[in-house]
């Protein structure tokens, strides 16, 4: 294709961009580090040596963590399911996986908020069966909000999982089970390793996902149990501190980033071992 | 394959703890007793009477409707060109641009909503509408790149050339045979953007202004305030829809174009 069409194709795309997020990103970020015309990370430094802020940051990194996890834990024997039933459970289950993530956040924060509070699902049974005299908090607790986060990101382990989990040839198994591996050895042996990248891209999706989440931990957490993207929230609309809210967000970027590109490297890492 | 009851057993948990949540909710919408309780009292339409009683959820429909079709619409407007002229190969740096154009997802959406509020509201006062669409472009764009990005990966363009050589010119040939060509991946990028557009709530929640809110926000509103299963009607009639735009898909693309 010749080069003018291409540029007059990309033209109006790379505009855009350049207009409403490139602009906006950099008007908000760059003022974080000058102060009186020289650069600086002093407001960083603050950031990261103030205990309230700390804090906050490593319980967005811990629920990040543990729901990345979790989501593992849950994701991968579930995915391997999907992946070896018949083509038509495989749409049906697919189909039921997917579904809770088609429906609006604000929703399944709230199926958390009638399960878990004083007059939720659980408290209302364990007082039925005399296991409790006072209903437990669990709403507006760090469990809550991990929990509501995890159920956020389950579908998406699932579904990064099975895609890659359909392709590995069920022959592998029936091969490793010939040859006298157990079930479960054989999973680990031969279909673990080989679903390995697309854990890796599940496990990046999760966590940068958990990571920057507003709406769960908004309507599951309340004020005590803050994280990065509600206190860029509170920051900026409840407080009108601007710099103090640009400084979260560029915290944010840079984790996630980090994060992204760390994972990602181990990934290609253990693929060239693989081709070796 | 054999059946191995253990794994199946797991399986069949982990479906329960996705779907029974949304079971419950689906439970409460129709419970007379005016706070969520479990088992119910009584069965009741009267939630969803309120549902469309309420003026905020009535607007947020319309706006969240209007800004999911109208944002995707740009975003197919430039994404399209920019995907086609990106599967082609001789572009140079493709990659770095491929990457910049799904950038938007890098980016956390938090923070695409706050910059926007920054700059294009306060410093620009650019009109409340114009912001929130300025907004779901961005959150729509990656879907659009990567949905027709890949469908355009499937097409051979030996036919493409073909028409060329049969005398079409570049314009003809690119609406006579590559779009038809790469229609349902236009659709189901349509789809998966106007789903999350909707769906969307870190974006929307700093472009809102005054009376003009999106559903998710205006719900996200009604919870702080009120707590009674008018908020569990809603998300019914939301599930329907969902339920009602999967089986579309499924019976015209198959499930999977959701899932890319």
């Given amino acids: 294709m010749k080069k003018q069409s291409t540029i007059l194709l990309i033209a109006p795309i790379t505009i855009l961009l350049v207009v409403v997020l490139i602009l906006p990103l950099l008007a908000v970020l760059l003022p974080t580090v000058f102060e009186g015309g020289a650069v600086t990370l002093s407001r960083y430094i603050a950031f990261f040596q103030d205990p309230y802020y700390i804090k906050i940051f490593v319980r967005t990194l811990r629920i990040a963590l543990v729901c990345t996890l979790v989501c593992m834990i849950l994701g991968i024997p579930t995915a391997y399911f999907i992946s070896r039933v018949s083509k038509k459970w495989r749409g049906?289950?697919?189909?039921?996986?997917?579904?809770?993530?088609?429906?609006?956040?604000?929703?399944?924060?709230?199926a958390w908020i009638n399960i878990l509070g004083k007059n939720g699902i659980v408290n209302q049974i364990l007082s039925a069966l005399h296991l409790v005299d006072q209903p437990l908090s669990m709403l507006y607790t760090e469990f809550s909000v991990l929990v509501g986060t995890i159920y956020l990101f389950l579908p998406l382990m699932i579904i990064t999982l099975v895609g890659v989990m359909e392709n590995i040839d069920n022959d592998m198994m029936e091969a490793a089970e010939s040859l006298g591996a157990s079930r479960l050895l054989s999973f680990v042996k031969v279909i673990l390793p080989m679903s390995i990248p697309g854990i890796i891209t599940g496990a990046v999706l999760v966590f940068t996902g958990a990571?920057?989440?507003?709406?769960?931990?908004?309507?599951?957490?309340?004020?005590?149990?803050?994280l990065l993207s509600t206190l860029i929230y509170q920051r900026a609309m409840t407080l009108n501190d601007w710099t103090g809210?640009?400084?979260?967000?560029?915290?944010?970027?840079?984790?996630?980033?980090?994060v992204m590109k760390g994972l990602n490297a181990i990934a290609g890492r253990l693929d060239k071992r693989g081709e070796n | 394959m054999r059946k191995n009851k253990f794994l199946t057993f797991y399986a069949c948990l982990v479906f329960g703890f996705l779907f029974l949540p949304l079971a419950i909710i689906a439970v409460t919408a129709f419970n007379t007793a005016p706070t969520i309780s479990f088992p119910i009292s009584g069965f009741t339409f009267k939630w969803f009477a309120n549902v469309f009683a309420t003026k905020s959820f009535l607007s947020g429909f319309q706006l969240s409707f209007m800004l999911a079709i109208v944002a995707t619409l740009i975003a197919l407007l430039v994404g399209v060109p920019a995907a086609y002229a990106l599967s082609r190969n001789s572009v140079r740096g493709k990659k770095l641009l491929k990457s910049f154009f799904l950038s938007p997802t890098?980016?956390?959406?938090?923070?695409?909503?706050?910059?926007?509020?920054?700059?294009?509201?306060?410093?620009?006062?650019?009109?409340?509408?114009?912001?929130?669409?300025?907004?779901?472009?961005?959150?729509?764009?990656?879907?659009?790149?990567?949905?027709?990005?890949?469908a355009l990966e499937q097409f051979d363009f030996s036919i493409e050339e073909m028409a060329w050589t049969l005398g079409c010119g570049k314009a003809q040939a690119f609406f006579k045979v590559v779009l038809p060509n790469?229609?349902?991946?236009?659709?189901?990028?349509?789809?998966?953007a106007f789903i999350n557009s909707f769906n969307n709530i870190p974006v929307s929640m700093f472009l809102s202004g005054p009376g003009v809110r999106t559903l998710p926000t205006a719900l996200m509103n009604y919870i702080e305030y009120f707590y009674d299963p008018t908020v569990?009607?809603?998300?019914?009639?939301?599930?329907?829809?969902?339920?009602?735009?999967?089986?579309?898909?499924e019976k015209t693309l198959g499930i999977g174009a959701l899932t890319k």
Wanted: glycine share 6%; charged share 5%; aromatic share 8%.
């Fill in chain 2, 182 to 192: 790469i229609s349902s991946g236009i659709v189901a990028a349509f789809m998966l």
């Fill in chain 1, 211 to 226: 990571m920057t989440a507003y709406t769960t931990p908004q309507l599951l957490g309340g004020p005590k149990n803050m």
């Fill in chain 1, 245 to 258: 809210a640009s400084v979260v967000a560029l915290v944010m970027i840079v984790t996630t980033l980090i």
């Fill in chain 1, 92 to 110: 049906i289950l697919m189909s039921v996986a997917l579904f809770p993530m088609l429906t609006n956040s604000v929703i399944r924060a709230f």
């Fill in chain 2, 232 to 249: 569990s009607a809603v998300s019914v009639l939301l599930m329907a829809a969902t339920i009602a735009i999967m089986f579309v898909v």
């Fill in chain 2, 106 to 150: 890098i980016i956390p959406g938090i923070v695409v909503g706050y910059s926007l509020y920054q700059f294009i509201v306060l410093k620009l006062k650019l009109p409340v509408m114009q912001g929130l669409l300025i907004g779901h472009f961005l959150v729509v764009l990656p879907y659009v790149i990567r949905v027709v990005g890949s």
